[in-house]
Nanobody
Framework: QVQLQESGGGLVQAGDSLRLSCAAS????????MGWFRQAPGKEREFVAY????????DYADSVKGRFTISRDNAKNTVYVQMNSLKPEDAAVYYC????????????WGQGAQVTVSS
């Protein structure tokens, strides 16, 4: 069974840092592009960060550029997002997702990790 499991969420204060992890199982994700998305209450899910299969190609939403860093460890089938200088508007449920090689969409999704940022 293919599974993505996020961890590392929690309650932090504005300005703090947090690192989310996403552990993949059930198949090899080393050739997949991976992404992080988030959804705040009452809002649509939005893109946060992307990383290519090799780990060198990355992209970020403008709202998190310079504060968030995505990385991956293919040996551990795990992708991370380091979130620094968190703001209250970063509060959301964060999801990781996998986009298989040659696929145009993210096919596998985690259950989400809650991030709460107090001001």
């Amino acid at each position: 069974q293919v599974q993505l499991q996020e961890s590392g969420g929690g309650l932090v204060q504005a300005g703090d840092s947090l690192r989310l992890s996403c552990a993949a199982s059930g198949r090899t994700f080393s050739t997949d592009a991976m992404g992080w998305f988030r959804q705040a209450p009452g809002k649509e899910r939005e893109f946060v960060a992307y990383i290519g299969s090799g780990g060198t190609s990355t992209d970020y939403a403008d709202s998190v550029k310079g504060r968030f860093t995505i990385s991956r460890d293919n040996a551990k089938n795990t992708v991370y997002v380091q979130m620094n200088s968190l703001k209250p508007e970063d509060a959301a449920v964060y999801y990781c997702a996998a986009r298989p090689l040659l696929s145009r969409r993210y096919q596998y999704w985690g259950q989400g990790a809650q991030v709460t940022v107090s001001s």
